[in-house]
């Protein structure tokens, strides 16, 4: 009984119209979107950290290159977020751990401050603080596909404003009601964008990237990572929408919680459609990997970014998607209700 009443609700939400004064709150909004946009100054301080570092580390290791990654260089970051970088280097025999121990001293003889190699770490890293432009940042080794990753985010906030604007308000919206939190079993930020990218995609906001001739190509770990960048040219690519973001944040509400087909799809950004969980063996339980909300990795077509979910984790997720699409449909003030704190 009760599992069948709820399946009809769900089918008739599945075609509900989005209310029709959705654009008032668009001023609202985008003035939450611009107090989180990092400014320009916080931007050049990154890159003096970012320069600084590269050259006492080259002096040591001539060949090696320092790279920015995450969202202080994916344009997905908030103002104060954290700095990621990676190292690349050629590894000549040594081990990561080796590396970081030798990377830390490195920098102690650097004079940076609170230097701390965390070798048992499931992605080995060194921390930092540079007095000069007091930000503190994180240095792990050889993490190539996250440099990639790092910019295919990046071409695809080139080609929209809209990504941007829908990414920080999901971002905010996941990190008020701590649904951003991996090692509790829910998403990370990265998922979140590509949810957005995906979005985008099935609306011909975005186009696929990696479905087009490519003209950037690196393999890492041999994945082949293969697309189009020149997105300069892509500027006009979603000119025919007129999508607000506050449309298009009803729309990402609206689809994870009354449209999204949990037990057979799985989002790809890669093909820019859904595809079946059978096609990808993803139908079962494989170690720790449950595959109860499916999200492809755009370049590791192995890893499904949904997989630290469990079955209690789902439930609070699927229902936080549930109380965002009300919110967006019915409340009156949503943009102050949809991120009150959990
Ligand atoms: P935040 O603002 O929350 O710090 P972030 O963009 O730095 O957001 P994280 O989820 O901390 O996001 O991830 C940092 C980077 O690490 C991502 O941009 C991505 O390049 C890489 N990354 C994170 N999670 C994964 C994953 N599951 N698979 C592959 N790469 C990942
Ligand atoms: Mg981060």
Request: glycine share 4%.
């Amino acid at each position: 009984g009760h599992h069948v009443s709820n399946q009809r609700i769900r089918f008739q939400r599945r075609n509900r119209p989005c209310r029709y004064d959705i654009d008032r709150f668009t001023p609202s909004f985008l003035s939450i979107f611009e107090s989180l946009v990092p400014s320009e100054e916080e931007i050049a301080r990154q890159k003096q950290l970012l320069t600084s570092l590269s050259r006492i580390i080259n002096k040591e290791w001539p060949n090696s290159k320092l790279y920015l990654y995450g969202s202080c260089a994916n344009s997905f970051g908030f103002s104060n977020s954290d700095i990621d970088l990676c190292l690349s280097i050629d590894d000549k025999g040594m081990s990561k751990v080796d590396i970081i121990l030798k990377l830390a001293d490195i920098l102690q003889a650097g004079n940076l401050q609170n230097i701390q190699p965390l070798t048992r770490a499931r992605v080995p890293i060194v921390k930092l603080t540079d007095p000069e432009t007091g930000l503190s940042c994180d240095i792990c080794v050889n993490n190539l596909l996250a440099v990639v990753n790092t910019k295919l985010l990046r071409d695809y906030a080139q080609i929209d404003r809209r990504l941007q604007q829908l990414a920080f308000i999901v971002k905010h919206w996941a990190k008020s009601r701590r649904v951003n939190e991996t090692y509790q079993g829910t998403l990370s930020s990265y998922a979140y964008v590509i949810m957005c990218i995906h979005l985008l995609q099935l609306r011909r906001i975005l186009p696929c990237l990696q479905e087009m001739e490519a003209t950037y190509f690196v393999t890492v770990d041999e994945n082949n990572c293969a697309y189009f960048d020149q997105v300069d040219k892509l500027s006009n690519y979603g000119a025919h929408s007129r999508d607000t973001v506050s449309r298009l944040l009803w729309a990402f509400f609206h689809y994870w919680a009354y449209e999204h087909d949990y037990t057979r799809d799985v989002i790809s950004i890669r093909t820019g459609r859904i595809i079946s969980k059978e096609r990808k063996d993803w139908t079962r339980r494989v170690g720790n990997d449950r595959h109860l909300i499916c999200i492809e990795d755009p370049f590791e077509l192995s890893h499904d970014l949904g997989r630290v979910v469990d079955k209690f984790t789902i439930k609070i997720l699927r229902e936080e998607f549930e109380r965002a699409a009300n919110i967006l449909q019915f409340d009156p003030n949503p943009s102050a209700t949809l991120f009150e704190p959990y």
